[in-house]
């Protein structure tokens, strides 16, 4: 059985600043009655960043690098054979080794995403520390011919990666119906800001935009062309925006990502919708804020491609833990209804 997420009393003032961020938008998802807290998904267990793929056997999940034992995981899994029960798969690691490009004392994975290509390899995309400039993160790939790995970077140097500009973090793969391939990231702007709330409150603010890039259909990361820009952070959005995820939901191109920082209990899942691939995103939202349904700073969503099935993380004593939801499209508005 499903039922709406709704904001809850404690979102009071997260709520007043979303509805200021979004004031000239007649469509507010976040505008509903008072009900009673959700759960995580894996009771709580630490997995941040999540992202879905569905397979014969039922979903399986990637997230950000974790703790084990003393140990880092750097690609954590977990799987359900139904979107409802879900086991931590404790003990694998879905890229062991890592890249000689990444800074091996202090690598920090960040958001992998997997999908399959066509001869039925598996690509994952991820973020991890450039160990020629430390402080910044860069985007690249891995591959395998199983799901749960081991995934292997053979590159010397990361896939994307502006240091200019504060390197790319957050990528997420996408297949269009037309059969064509994208991937979407965050240039992270804020890595080279100047100071405050997630390093980027301080005057001049950076930009941190959601950048779109067509690949080859068949490898899934020759690239097709230049980056296009979707979106970028304003006065509304805090010091960044960041975690798309892009899907086909409803009649429309939907881009999900977060905005403020992710520290802070503002952090949000809030999204854009185009007509279009390549835009133009207009933004609605948010989706999911501080005290929706008893969640704290909610952000990096994940959607199936071209489904309705999501995953993301919410702060709780044990770190970020996994929730589930299946969204629907109406007009520009999103709805979240949850496993009850």
Not at 317 to 335: H, K, M, Q
Request: proline content about 6%; overall charge negative; aromatic content about 10%.
């Amino acid at each position: 059985m499903f039922r709406p997420l709704t904001l809850a009393a404690t979102a009071l003032l997260a709520s007043s600043v979303a509805l200021a961020r979004y004031a000239d938008k007649d469509e507010y998802v976040g505008r509903h009655e008072k009900r009673a807290s959700i759960s995580p998904v894996m009771s709580g267990q630490n997995f941040p960043d999540p992202a879905l793929i569905r397979m014969a056997d039922g979903w399986h999940a990637f997230a950000t690098n974790t703790m084990i034992d003393n140990s880092w995981v750097h690609v954590p899994m977990a799987k359900s054979p139904d979107f409802e029960t879900w086991t931590y798969l404790s003990g694998v690691d879905a890229m062991p080794t890592l890249a000689a490009w990444i800074d091996s004392d202090s690598p920090r994975v960040w958001a992998p995403d997997v999908v399959q290509l066509g001869d039925g390899t598996f690509i994952m995309y991820y973020t991890a520390a450039y160990k020629q400039a430390t402080n910044l993160h860069c985007v690249s790939y891995a591959t395998s011919k199983n799901l749960e790995g081991p995934y292997v970077d053979n590159l010397k140097a990361p896939w994307i990666c502006p240091t200019a500009t504060g390197g790319a973090i957050d990528p997420s793969g996408y297949t269009n119906s037309d059969g064509t391939r994208w991937v979407v990231y965050k240039v992270d702007g804020n890595a080279v800001g100047h100071g405050g709330s997630c390093g980027n409150t301080v005057a001049p603010i950076v930009s941190t935009p959601i950048m779109l890039q067509e690949v080859n259909a068949a490898d899934g990361h020759s690239k097709i062309g230049d980056p296009i820009q979707l979106i970028t952070n304003g006065p509304a959005d805090g010091p960044v925006v960041e975690a798309p995820s892009l899907s086909y939901l409803g009649g429309k191109y939907v881009l999900f990502f977060s905005s403020n920082c992710f520290a802070t209990t503002l952090y949000d899942v809030s999204y854009a919708t185009a007509s279009h691939v390549k835009g133009p995103y207009t933004k609605y939202g948010p989706l999911f804020i501080t005290g929706t349904d008893g969640m704290k700073s909610p952000g990096g969503l994940d959607i199936a491609v071209n489904g309705n099935h999501a995953i993301w993380h919410g702060a709780n004593s044990g770190g970020r833990a996994a929730y589930t939801a299946i969204l629907s499209l109406t007009g520009n508005v999103v709805t979240a209804s949850t496993l009850s």
